[in-house]
C-alpha cells in the first residue's frame, strides 16, 4: 500500500502560511506532485475497502474553497479530503478521511445532515428504542477507536418538533447528524501503516453502518421500503 508521502504534508503546512492565489500559481507543479502521489494512496484505501464492502464512489474534495458567503476568504483549504460511497439503496453510510497537518487528520463515518425524511426515520427509531444504536456504540473496539458517542456540534437546542424534551433519549434525538470521528497525530499517518489503520477504523464502522442500513431501508413498522 503507497504511504503519505511527507512531501504532501509539507505541502500543505505551507499553503497554510501562504494561502493566497499567486503562491498556489507559483507552486502549481509542487501542488500537482502531491496530489498525484495522495491519489495513489486514495486508489489503495479503496480497493482495500472493496475486499469487505461495495463501494460506489470515491470523492475526492475540491481544494478550492467556496467563500461566496464566508467571511474568511482565504482561497484554499489547507487539508486534503476524500469520502468513500457505499453502494446500493441497501447500502447507507459514508467513509471520510481528512489530512491536515497539525495533528488535525481523522477518518469520520455515518450520516452527515440526513434528508429530513432520513433524519425524521433515525429519530423516531430512537424514541422508539435506542438500545440497540446505545450497543453498538459502547462495543470495546468501537469505543476505544471513536470514543463511544456521536459528535455533538450539530444538534437542536431542547427538542425536534413533535418529540418530547424529557424522552430519555432525548440526547440522540436532539443530533441533526450521526457521525464519529478519530483523529491521529503527523506521525501516525505519516507511518508505513496508516493506510492498513484507516481500513481498520472504517471496518470498525460496519455494524453501525448495517443497524443505520436497516433502519432507513424500512419504515416504523419494520415492513421494507426497498423495491
Request: net charge neutral.
Amino acid at each position: 500500500m503507497h504511504n503519505v508521502p511527507k512531501s504532501s504534508f509539507l505541502f500543505l503546512q505551507k499553503l497554510k502560511e501562504n494561502n493566497q492565489r499567486d503562491w498556489m500559481t507559483q507552486h502549481k507543479k509542487e501542488y500537482q506532485t502531491s496530489e498525484k502521489a495522495l491519489k495513489l494512496f486514495y486508489q489503495d484505501l479503496l480497493e482495500g475497502l472493496q475486499q469487505s464492502d461495495e463501494i460506489e464512489k470515491l470523492k475526492v474534495f475540491r481544494i478550492n474553497r467556496d467563500i461566496r458567503f464566508s467571511k474568511d476568504k482565504t482561497p484554499y483549504n489547507i487539508h486534503r479530503s476524500v469520502s468513500f460511497s457505499r453502494a446500493g439503496a441497501q447500502r447507507r453510510g459514508g467513509y471520510y478521511l481528512r489530512l491536515e497537518p497539525g495533528g488535525n487528520s481523522l477518518v469520520a463515518g455515518g450520516f452527515f445532515n440526513p434528508e429530513p425524511k432520513d433524519l425524521k426515520r433515525i429519530r423516531t427509531e430512537f424514541e422508539c428504542d435506542a438500545s440497540e444504536i446505545r450497543e453498538i456504540l459502547a462495543m470495546p473496539a468501537f469505543a476505544k477507536a471513536f470514543g463511544g458517542a456521536f459528535v455533538t456540534r450539530d444538534a437542536v437546542k431542547t427538542a425536534p418538533k413533535g418529540f418530547d424534551k424529557d424522552d430519555p433519549n432525548i440526547d440522540l434525538i436532539r443530533l441533526k447528524s450521526f457521525f464519529v470521528t478519530k483523529n491521529f497525530s503527523d506521525k501516525e499517518v505519516l507511518a508505513p501503516d496508516f493506510g492498513s489503520e484507516v481500513l481498520a477504523h472504517f471496518e470498525l464502522l460496519r455494524p453501525f453502518f448495517d443497524y443505520m442500513s436497516e433502519v432507513l431501508t424500512t419504515d416504523a413498522n419494520g415492513v421494507s421500503l426497498i423495491d
